[in-house]
């Protein structure tokens, strides 16, 4: 139940795979591309983050810009029947993601203010804001990039980095048109196919 179709908008209608969430992303550089659309513009003056503090504060400057973003959950694991361990060999569930086009520097806003209302054919199926998670995106990002360096391969620019959901993941069935609003951040929305063979644009 691939996705065959993105966007970002400025409206109000909905996105998503077998399960779903979504939450602002961050990232710490820039990407050359990425699932369903490619972001473009200047490259950042952003570094790896391998060294120093790794706190709120000096994570903020770090980041390169923010979009509203989409997680798909999918599993290998039939009818989600699954353990701590197959979590782990599944890749935690991990299934793709939809960016927006709506950038924003993190001194245009503050990412545990946010309010998501994440939609499936129109009906408004999950909410929650920024402090949902971890009490900030940037918290949760902080704490990725501490263990990011503790494992030895830490945070690179370049990277994008799903900084949290924002409210519970729904489930989706095939041709269920889903969107994520994200105050500051706008509108992300995924279209999936009817069958096994679609494709994302």
């Not at 400057?61 to 973003?69: I, K, L, R």
Request: charged share 20%.
């Amino acid at each position: 139940m691939p996705p065959t179709s993105c966007s970002s908008r400025e409206t109000t209608s909905p996105t998503p795979s077998s399960t779903s969430s979504s939450g602002p992303v961050c990232w710490s550089g820039r990407s050359s591309g990425s699932a369903c659309g490619s972001p473009s513009g200047p490259p950042p003056r952003t570094k790896d983050l391998a060294d120093g503090a790794f706190d709120p504060s000096r994570i903020r400057t770090a980041v390169d810009h923010a979009v509203a973003a989409i997680e798909i959950c999918d599993s290998r694991v039939a009818d989600w029947d699954i353990s701590i361990g197959d979590t782990v060999a599944d890749n935690a569930s991990a299934g793709a993601y939809v960016l927006g086009t709506q950038r924003r520097t993190l001194a245009e806003f503050e990412p545990a203010d946010v309010h998501m209302t994440m939609r499936v054919d129109g009906v408004e199926v999950s909410s929650g804001t920024g402090a949902a998670c971890l009490g900030g995106p940037l918290v949760a990002l902080a704490w990725l990039a501490r263990q990011a360096y503790e494992l030895g391969d830490p945070l690179r620019a370049g990277q994008v980095v799903l900084s949290g959901a924002l409210g519970p993941m729904r489930p989706v069935t095939p041709g269920a048109v889903v969107t994520a609003d994200i105050s500051e951040l706008g509108s992300v929305t995924v279209t999936f196919s009817d069958d096994d063979e679609g494709s994302s644009s």
